[in-house]
């Protein structure tokens, strides 16, 4: 028993990026209250919401920052990102426009956020088999160009949610520990 392990905290702040409908909000409500909006409306965002995890015995808060809907008007302002050390990059595997944005996204994280965002690219609605406009090799491989982590989710099905933000929490804690 060691009092300072005990009481060693860590608070890692985790923002999700990408174009508006992509599936941002929905992945954290399947991450921290395993629900799911068929027809959500961006007004079921929260400012953020606090996970805890446990990683090697130590007590992990991931405060995970979801937008408003100001992404639909390219309107998420620097304190956004202000203190981010992980991010979720999220498109939607059957709109190949939201890939598109991908880069811009990426550009707006790094103006904004200070050093090494840990990043995972995200491929959101992986159920939607028969509406594919983005391949698993073509995110796979902007990941690997960008650096980034990447994996694929459904929100819907639950499938790699929590795998996509256990990776980027058990990497910041690799860094930052
Ligand atoms: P946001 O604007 O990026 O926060 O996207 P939302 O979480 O509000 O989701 C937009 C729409 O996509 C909603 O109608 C969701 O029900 C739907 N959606 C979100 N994730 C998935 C998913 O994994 N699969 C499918 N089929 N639909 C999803
Ligand atoms: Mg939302």
């Known amino acids: 028993f060691n009092a300072d392990e005990q009481t060693e905290n860590y608070l890692f702040k985790i923002v999700l990026v990408g174009d508006s409908a992509v599936g941002k909000s929905n992945l954290l409500a399947r991450f ?50 202000r203190g981010a050390v992980g991010a979720l990059l999220v498109y939607d595997i059957s709109r190949r426009q939201t890939f598109e944005s991908i880069g811009r996204w990426l550009n707006e994280l790094q103006t904004h956020s200070d050093m090494n965002v840990i990043t995972m690219l995200v491929g ?50 690799g860094v930052l520990s």
């Open 124 to 173: 959101n609605k992986s159920d939607l088999k028969d509406a594919r406009e983005v391949s698993t090799a073509q995110g796979r491989a902007l990941a690997e160009e960008q650096g980034l982590f990447f994996i694929e989710t459904s929100a819907l099905d639950s499938s790699n949610v929590f795998a996509a933000f256990q990776t980027v929490i058990r990497e910041i804690y």
């Open 32 to 81: 921290a209250r395993d629900e799911f909006y068929p027809n959500s409306k961006s007004t079921i965002g929260v400012e953020f919401q606090t996970q805890k995890m446990e990683i090697n015995g130590k007590e992990i808060k991931a405060q995970i920052w979801d937008t408003a809907g100001q992404e639909r008007f390219r309107a998420v302002t620097s304190a956004y990102y």
